[in-house]
Each structure stands twice: as C-alpha cells, then as structure tokens.
C-alpha cells in the first residue's frame, strides 16, 4: 500500500508563501509521475502542477509563474512552494502519483492512481 505524510499548510496572509510537502511509502516517485491538485469549498478538484518522471514540469495557468513543483526522490518526497498566494488560493491541496513515467492527461484526476489526504490551505485577504 502507499501511503503520504503531507504537512505544511496553515493560513497565511495574501501575499504570502507556503511550502507544501508529501512525504510517500510504498512506492518509489522517481518511477512516477507527480502532481497537485486542489478543491475549494463548494467546487471541483482542480489541477495545479505535474511533475513527468523525465523532470518536465507543468502549471495550471491560475498558479502559474507562483508555485513550483519539485521532488527528492532519494527522501521520497514531493514540494509544492506557493510565493504570492491569493484568497483564491484557499483550497484543500492534495498530492498525487501518477500511473507512469510520464502521461499527456497530467492535467486529468484519473492519470492519477494513489492520493494523499489533503492539507488545508486558507489565504486571507
């Protein structure tokens, strides 16, 4: 089974940053994939940002030029660094290991195959 360690969220003003990370057992993420996603209250999960297991990186336009997505894989680990964060950044954020190395439907939920259980990010105004 695989399991995650995710800590690093809170509340921080807008403006701010925040270091998200996720801690994974049970699976080796330098075989995989990674991404971020969130859901905010009353909406539906969003992508963020993926990781291929080749090293390309990629954002949603909404986050993009703010966070990077990062991984160790020698801790396991991967990072999501939010700078400038805004109100509409407050969601649960959620991490993810893809299905492979490397997929073109990053940005779709079910390229996904195990989830963390999410961490509350509040930005307030």
């Known amino acids: 089974q695989v399991h995650f360690v995710e800590f690093g969220g809170g509340t921080v003003q807008a403006g701010g940053s925040l270091r998200l990370s996720c801690a994974a057992s049970g699976r080796a993420i330098s075989n995989y994939g990674v991404g971020w996603f969130r859901q905010a209250p009353g909406k539906e999960r969003e992508y963020v940002s993926a990781l291929h297991g080749t090293g390309l990186r990629y954002y949603s336009d909404s986050v993009k030029g703010r966070f990077t997505i990062s991984k160790d894989n020698a801790e396991n680990t991967m990072y999501l660094q939010m700078n400038s964060l805004k109100p509409e950044d407050t969601a649960v954020y959620y991490c993810?290991?893809?299905?492979?190395?490397?997929?073109?439907?990053?940005?779709?939920?079910?390229?996904?195959?195990?989830w963390g259980q999410g961490i509350q990010v509040t930005v307030s105004s």
């Open positions: 993810a290991i893809q299905r492979s190395r490397i997929t073109p439907r990053y940005y779709f939920s079910d390229a996904y195959e195990y």
